[in-house]
């Protein structure tokens, strides 16, 4: 059964940084595109970035481009996204998701919460 | 960047009825089209991808038709369980975007 689990939101100052992981588990993670899409309290669903199965191909949203970065790391199977000089902007739930055929986001995990505010 | 419009807003329905959801893209996006399903506090659910297939496990009550500009989900006869919000989403050029999601409420 495909798991994503993600991990590491919080309460965080503007200006700060944070870094969320991403666990999964039954599949082939090494074989899957995967990606990052949040969303703002009471607000619809954000594209924020998308990396391909080695780490080579990187796109994101321009609201994050040059302060949040996604990774990953095959061996573990875990999926990372590194967000610096965050913005009240940033608030919401983040969830990491498999990539499927036509763009699709066939596998989310649940979600994990990020506030920034002082 | 691509928009994508979904329409209506928001509606209310019975248990039993048919209900369309429209998406339309603001230039031409082929079939890269699909649909998720959320309800409150949870992840988003895949339903259809590439404008009319069915993710697995999906009930065969919901279809998806289109291409081009203009895309429909389909609930054939709507279920207890098919009250949420509904999502289009472009996965044929980046940013990957959204529509702004239909909710569906009991009437």
């Known amino acids: 059964e495909v798991h994503l689990a993600e991990s590491g939101g919080g309460l965080v100052q503007p200006g700060g940084s944070l870094t969320l992981s991403c666990a999964t588990s039954g599949f082939t993670f090494s074989g899957y595109w995967m990606s990052w899409v949040r969303q703002a309290p009471g607000k619809g669903l954000e594209w924020v970035a998308n990396?391909?199965?080695?780490?080579?191909?990187?796109y994101y949203v321009d609201a994050v481009k040059g302060r949040h970065t996604i990774s990953r790391d095959n061996a573990k199977n875990s999926l990372y996204l590194q967000m610096s000089s965050l913005r009240a902007e940033d608030t919401a739930v983040y969830f990491c998701?498999?990539?499927?055929?036509?763009?699709?986001?066939?596998?989310w995990g649940q979600g994990t919460p990020v506030t920034v505010s002082s | 960047d691509i928009q994508m419009t979904q329409s209506p807003p928001s509606l209310s329905a019975s248990v039993g009825d048919r209900v369309t959801i429209t998406c339309r893209a603001s230039q031409s996006i082929s079939s890269y089209l699909n649909w998720y399903q959320q309800k409150a506090g949870k992840p988003p659910k895949a339903l259809i991808y590439a404008a009319s297939s069915l993710q697995s496990g999906v009930p065969a009550r919901f279809s998806g038709t289109g291409s081009g500009t203009d895309f429909t989900l389909t609930i054939s006869s709507l279920q207890p369980d098919d009250f949420a919000t509904y999502y289009c989403q472009q996965g044929y050029r980046g940013p990957w975007t959204f529509g702004q999601g239909t909710k569906v409420e009991i009437k």
């Open positions: 998701a498999r990539i499927g055929d036509s763009g699709s986001l066939a596998y």
């Open positions: 990396i391909n199965v080695d780490g080579s191909e990187i």
